[in-house]
């Protein structure tokens, strides 16, 4: 139990276009879901909490407008990286936190390689 | 401020030997995890200790926290290749937003 897939594994988008990454939790309804950033040989660094029904809790230097998220249902979230940049190419992770666990309860999708050329 | 920082931050070692990770952080914690994550792909929780345990085991992994040097280490026994991995700590600290703070990472590799 307690899956949490995310789609697409892979993505190449051209600078300027947006993509969006769906993390869906299986089978768990998950209040909280997290997103986070994973650069080469590094460590995972938290972007935003999200809420079901709820806007985003970004992180401080994570502009949101750039990064959309939307937690629209309590198995799915997504994330929206509009107008992106060469810069933003990196291994987007999601996590998922049962509704009847505590929030540190995290349960993480197998992640996601954007590469924008 | 870093929290949770791993050490070594690389280890290589012969199938078989035990592998001990070490994960140092900053703040007071509620509890500490351990994560293993295999190359490009997501993470697998592996334990979780609180705050008030002070050891912890699962299989072959043994975990121990020394909250007075705000410390933690991460024993594996008997590693098999399988176990080549990333090996991240996260922290919950105390007081602060219900968010994860990781580590920067161990890779671990273990030669057949």
């Known amino acids: 139990g307690a899956v949490v897939s995310q789609h697409p594994s892979r993505v190449i988008c051209k600078s300027g276009t947006s993509v969006k990454i769906e993390c869906r939790s299986l089978?768990?309804?998950?209040?909280?879901m997290f997103w986070y950033r994973q650069f080469p040989k590094k460590s995972l660094m938290l972007m935003a909490t999200?809420?079901?029904?709820?806007?985003?809790?970004?992180e401080q230097g994570v502009e949101k407008d750039k990064f959309l998220i939307n937690h629209a249902s309590l198995t799915l979230s997504t994330l929206t990286v509009t107008s992106a940049h060469p810069e933003d190419s990196s291994f987007y992770i999601c996590?998922?936190?049962?509704?009847?666990?505590?929030?540190?309860?995290?349960?993480f999708g197998p992640g996601t390689r954007l590469t924008v050329t | 401020s870093q929290q949770g920082e791993e050490d070594p931050q690389a280890l290589s070692i012969q199938e078989g030997e035990n592998a001990t990770m070490n994960c140092s952080y900053k703040?007071?914690?509620?509890?500490l995890q351990w994560y293993r994550q295999n190359s490009g792909r997501g993470l697998v929780h592996l334990i979780l200790?609180?705050?008030?345990?002070r050891e912890k085991h699962s299989g072959r992994l043994r975990v121990t926290l020394d909250t007075s040097k705000k410390s933690s280490s991460l024993l594996i026994t008997a590693s098999r290749a399988a176990d080549t991995a990333s090996y991240f700590c996260?922290?919950?600290?105390?007081?602060?937003?219900?968010?994860?703070?990781f580590g920067k990472g161990i890779t671990l590799s273990v030669r057949p």
């Open positions: 089978d768990f309804q998950a209040t909280t």
């Open positions: 996260a922290t919950d600290a105390a007081g602060a937003n219900s968010k994860l703070t």
């Open positions: 200790i609180r705050s008030n345990e």
């Open positions: 996590s998922a936190s049962p509704r009847d666990r505590a929030w540190y309860e995290q349960y």
């Open positions: 703040t007071s914690i509620n509890n």
């Open positions: 999200s809420n079901e029904g709820s806007k985003a809790t970004y």
